[in-house]
């Protein structure tokens, strides 16, 4: 099973400034099967970033994803009010599929 | 567009079953598979496994096999989770999450069923 970490547990910033998030995997993701969700309070995960770089539909571009094998990132350009919420790194490339325990992402 | 229903809340006893529903418009029901993960409070969401309603084909987790059925109902485009001997540690919300029909990227999400076992 891939086993990933996330960096920090909580980060606490103010609307405008960036944020970088870090996922990192206990073994390499295969073909890059890493992709993010944004969680709000109540609703269901939602896509951000898939294939570790590439927006889902309607994602503004504020938001991008890096990074391959074993270290991935998410950053936040710029904070709006409406991206305070919990972050989760997935990978779906091995079975068992797995998530990282979270970021959440905190207003300052 | 992409539509994902599921059923309402449940409250059980520990050791009862619980079989939850999703109903699924806005796409060829048997051309996706259909994945269900949970979430139990305040953790990180976890994959159960899924099914192929095209050929009925199934996966699950190493961690609900054995007490986990995935089930659909072509007719109805609707997708069945049924998890028996629940115990506590099963109360969680629970998605079914259509994914992109290439690879398991799970795209759609449902709203989620709270399924809460206690006694």
């Known amino acids: 099973e891939i086993v990933l970490t996330q960096s920090p547990g909580t980060l606490s910033l103010s609307p405008g400034e960036r944020a970088t998030l870090s996922c990192r995997a206990s073994?390499?993701?295969?073909?890059?099967?890493l992709a993010w969700y944004q969680q709000k309070p109540g609703q269901a995960p939602r896509l951000l970033i898939y294939?570790?770089?590439t927006r889902a539909t309607g994602i503004p571009d504020r938001f991008s994803g890096s990074g391959s094998g074993t270290d991935f990132t998410l950053t936040v350009s710029r904070l709006e009010p409406e991206d305070f919420a919990v972050y989760y790194c997935?990978?779906?490339?091995?079975?068992?599929?797995?998530f990282g325990q979270g970021t959440k992402v905190e207003i300052k | 567009q992409v539509q994902l229903v599921q059923s309402g809340a449940e409250v059980k006893n520990p050791g009862a079953s619980v079989k939850v529903s999703c109903k699924a418009s806005?796409?060829?029901?048997?051309?996706?598979?259909m994945h269900w993960v949970r979430q139990a409070p305040g953790q990180r969401p976890e994959w159960m496994g899924w099914?192929?309603?095209?050929?009925?084909?199934?996966e699950y987790s190493q961690k609900v096999q054995g007490r986990v059925t995935f089930t659909t109902d072509t007719s109805a485009t609707t997708v069945y989770m049924e998890l028996s001997s629940l115990r506590s540690e099963d109360t969680a919300v629970y998605y079914c999450?259509?994914?992109?029909?290439?690879?398991?990227?799970?795209?759609?999400w449902g709203q989620g069923i709270l399924v809460t076992v206690s006694s």
């Open positions: 294939g570790a770089s």
């Open positions: 073994q390499s993701v295969s073909s890059t099967y």
């Open positions: 997935h990978q779906y490339g091995n079975s068992p599929l797995t």
């Open positions: 999450v259509r994914d992109s029909g290439r690879d398991w990227l799970l795209e759609h």
């Open positions: 806005g796409y060829t029901f048997t051309y996706y598979a």
């Open positions: 099914i192929n309603p095209g050929n009925h084909n199934t």
